[in-house]
């Protein structure tokens, strides 16, 4: 008996010397990520930092968190970031963020809310602890934007995970299920107000290719993307279902070069969705609906509009109708 409860006791023991040394390696990790962005020049503040959890998790929780590029000029802030894992697993975290966040960017400050925000990361066992899967659920989201406009949703899912024997390509997978803009950006969406409250649906299955592996060192030395294969993608709103699919490929600057393909059911309104959305400027939407009108009459259901979307030479086009220079893309 003396000898089960000396076993018990020294497992007891051992146990918690490993929580400690877990728990406090966890925080020093974290501490030393904000410290590495402040010396890059980032914004990496938070006002406390703190691993709770014994004896079977590691809780990380900071406050008061904000994380930015001055370069880019987009900082993220939220009240508190935890990220949660069981302290005999170490490759599996939990991540809960707060009902409220914002995001600054040059285009304005977003209000970003929920009624739950969560997800989980796993990793490939091993020190450089290389990504392997990423699941995100968001309820009710809603971004509010400082120039005055609102969209919400129902529900949000969004799922990564590296591709079967390609160490450096993802495989994204996105859901948002009824999308409904505020009345001041239907206005610039819908004018005519012919379309239902909400979009049904904005769904998306793609590829990313990097070119190295997201790994731990991928926050000091970020991986590039260097080709995206969409598979399927589609916005269900009312009686127009907008689909995509392709393949492109991003040079060093970012460049890219290759066609997605778009098909158009009930295309009317199009350009004027497009239009409230920044794709083209508002003065083009009247070109491009006489094009599509144009190209709806050789049509075999005039209802439906099959057109190429090409990026070449840093330029992008919509058919034969030219767009303006191409958005880089991580370079």
Same mark, same amino acid.
């Given at each position: 008996?003396?000898?089960?409860?000396?076993?018990? @006791?020294?497992?007891? %023991?051992?146990?918690?010397?490993? &929580?400690?040394?877990?728990?406090?390696?966890? $925080?020093? !990790? !974290?501490?030393?990520?904000?410290?590495?962005?402040?010396?890059?020049?980032?914004?990496?503040?938070?006002?406390?930092?703190?691993?709770?959890?014994?004896?079977?998790?590691?809780?990380?929780? +900071?406050?008061?968190?904000?994380? $930015?590029?001055?370069?880019?000029?987009?900082?993220?802030?939220?009240?508190?970031?935890?990220?949660?894992?069981?302290?005999?697993? #170490?490759?599996?975290?939990?991540?809960?963020?707060?009902?409220?966040?914002?995001?600054?960017?040059?285009?304005?400050?977003?209000?970003?809310?929920?009624?739950?925000?969560?997800?989980?990361?796993?990793? +490939?066992?091993?020190?450089?602890?290389? /990504?392997?899967? +990423?699941?995100?659920?968001?309820?009710?989201?809603?971004?509010?934007?400082? /120039?005055? &406009?609102?969209?919400?949703?129902?529900?949000?899912?969004?799922?990564?995970?590296?591709?079967?024997?390609?160490?450096?390509?993802?495989?994204?997978?996105?859901?948002?299920? $009824? %999308?409904?803009?505020?009345? !001041?950006?239907?206005?610039? @969406?819908?004018?005519?107000?012919?379309?239902?409250?909400?979009?049904?649906? +904005?769904?998306?299955?793609?590829? @990313?290719?990097?070119?190295?592996?997201?790994?731990?060192?991928?926050?000091?030395?970020?991986?590039?993307?260097?080709?995206?294969t969409v598979k399927d993608g589609h916005i269900a709103?009312?009686?127009?279902? @907008?689909?995509?699919?392709?393949?492109?490929?991003?040079? !060093?600057?970012?460049?890219?070069?290759?066609?997605?393909?778009?098909?158009?059911?009930?295309?009317?309104?199009?350009?004027?969705?497009?239009?409230?959305?920044?794709?083209?400027?508002?003065?083009?939407?009247?070109?491009?609906?006489? =094009?599509?009108?144009?190209?709806?009459?050789?049509?075999?259901?005039?209802?439906?509009?099959?057109? #190429?979307?090409?990026?070449?030479?840093?330029? =992008?086009?919509?058919?034969?109708?030219?767009?303006?220079?191409?958005?880089?893309?991580?370079?």
């Amino acid at each position: 008996m003396r000898f089960l409860v000396a076993g018990v @006791l020294a497992l007891a %023991v051992l146990w918690g010397g490993w &929580w400690f040394i877990g728990s406090n390696a966890e $925080g020093h !990790a !974290a501490r030393a990520f904000f410290a590495a962005q402040k010396a890059q020049g980032r914004t990496a503040d938070y006002s406390s930092l703190s691993v709770v959890g014994f004896p079977s998790r590691f809780d990380l929780t +900071v406050n008061d968190i904000a994380l $930015g590029d001055p370069q880019t000029g987009v900082t993220w802030r939220a009240p508190f970031a935890q990220l949660l894992a069981l302290s005999y697993n #170490p490759y599996h975290f939990v991540v809960a963020l707060p009902h409220s966040q914002t995001l600054e960017t040059p285009a304005g400050r977003f209000t970003i809310a929920s009624t739950r925000m969560e997800g989980s990361v796993t990793f +490939v066992p091993g020190v450089a602890f290389a /990504l392997n899967e +990423v699941v995100g659920i968001v309820d009710r989201p809603t971004l509010t934007a400082s /120039l005055g &406009w609102q969209v919400g949703a129902d529900k949000m899912s969004l799922a990564s995970r590296r591709v079967p024997g390609r160490k450096t390509a993802q495989e994204i997978g996105l859901r948002i299920e $009824g %999308v409904r803009p505020d009345a !001041a950006l239907r206005a610039r @969406l819908d004018p005519a107000g012919i379309r239902p409250d909400a979009i049904r649906e +904005v769904y998306l299955d793609a590829e @990313l290719d990097f070119d190295r592996v997201i790994d731990r060192h991928a926050l000091n030395a970020p991986p590039r993307p260097t080709g995206i294969t969409v598979k399927d993608g589609h916005i269900a709103w009312g009686k127009m279902v @907008l689909s995509v699919t392709g393949q492109v490929s991003i040079g !060093a600057t970012g460049v890219p070069d290759g066609k997605i393909d778009l098909r158009v059911q009930n295309w009317e309104g199009l350009p004027q969705i497009l239009a409230g959305l920044g794709v083209i400027k508002q003065d083009l939407a009247p070109t491009v609906h006489n =094009m599509l009108t144009e190209l709806a009459k050789g049509s075999k259901d005039p209802n439906v509009i099959d057109l #190429p979307l090409y990026f070449a030479k840093g330029w =992008m086009s919509l058919g034969p109708l030219p767009l303006g220079p191409a958005p880089r893309i991580g370079g």
